[in-house]
T-cell receptor, first 112, second 114 residues
Framework: GNSVTQMEGPVTLSEEAFLTINCTYT??????LFWYVQYPGEGLQLLLK?????DKGSNKGFEATYRKETTSFHLEKGSVQVSDSAVYFC???????????FGTGTSLTVIP | EAGVAQSPRYKIIEKRQSVAFWCNPI?????LYWYQQILGQGPKLLIQ????????DSQLPKDRFSAERLKGVDSTLKIQPAKLEDSAVYLC????????????FGSGTRLTVV
């Protein structure tokens, strides 16, 4: 079956530190991969996506590369800001394009 | 483009009472989803509509949960009667027919059952 596994949090970093949030997946076909972000009190927002192997998704300084050989889609940012404090969800969409599977989320707190 | 609208934002009810949530998807989005997000967990799909037809409701607790999407636009999710374990954020999302490019989520309704 399809599933997503994220590193457990919470993660606490100082401002300007390097961020990595690990995500690995299991899928039966050729899924698309996503990172969603949820700020306090808000719904989920699409952060970035990659639809095929070796694609790199990027947005707001965040990056993630679709690695088929390691079934991974790790989220990285070179220098985090306090405003990046949120919960980050890794997700996959089946090749059929409709069913989404979410990880359990990783809470990030950035301190000044 | 207007986003996915949900109401109410917050709701507190006693167990065994009933509650209803409303969702208005992005105009033109044929597919609508209801997710349940329990604190500390990822969203779990409850039901998926394609236009006004149900595509997947395999994880919907049908003894107490029901959902409808009249005319293929707005949708309502109802819980009757509510249990303590139904306390969660209920998220509505919509997408074009093929969701490869990501859903758009609403802000959610936070339900507390006491």
């Amino acid at each position: 079956g399809n599933s997503v596994t994220q590193m457990e949090g919470p993660v606490t970093l100082s401002e300007e530190a390097f961020l990595t949030i690990n995500c690995t997946y299991t899928a039966t076909g050729y899924p698309s991969l996503f990172w969603y972000v949820q700020y306090p009190g808000e719904g989920l927002q699409l952060l970035l996506k990659a639809t095929k192997a070796d694609d790199k998704g990027s947005n707001k300084g965040f990056e993630a590369t679709y690695r088929k050989e390691t079934t991974s889609f790790h989220l990285e940012k070179g220098s985090v800001q306090v405003s990046d404090s949120a919960v980050y969800f890794c997700a996959l969409s089946e090749s059929s394009g409709n069913q989404f599977y979410f990880g359990t989320g990783t809470s990030l707190t950035v301190i000044p | 483009e207007a986003g996915v609208a949900q109401s109410p934002r917050y709701k507190i009810i006693e167990k065994r009472q009933s509650v209803a949530f409303w969702c208005n998807p992005i105009s033109g989005h044929a597919t609508l989803y209801w997710y349940q997000q329990i604190l500390g967990q990822g969203p779990k799909l409850l039901i998926q509509f394609q236009n006004n037809g149900v595509v997947d409701d395999s994880q919907l607790p049908k003894d107490r949960f029901s959902a409808e999407r009249l005319k293929g636009v707005d949708s309502t999710l109802k819980i009757q009667p509510a249990k303590l374990e139904d306390s969660a954020v209920y998220l509505c999302a919509s997408s074009p027919p093929k969701g490869f490019y990501g859903y758009t989520f609403g802000s959610g309704t936070r339900l507390t059952v006491v």
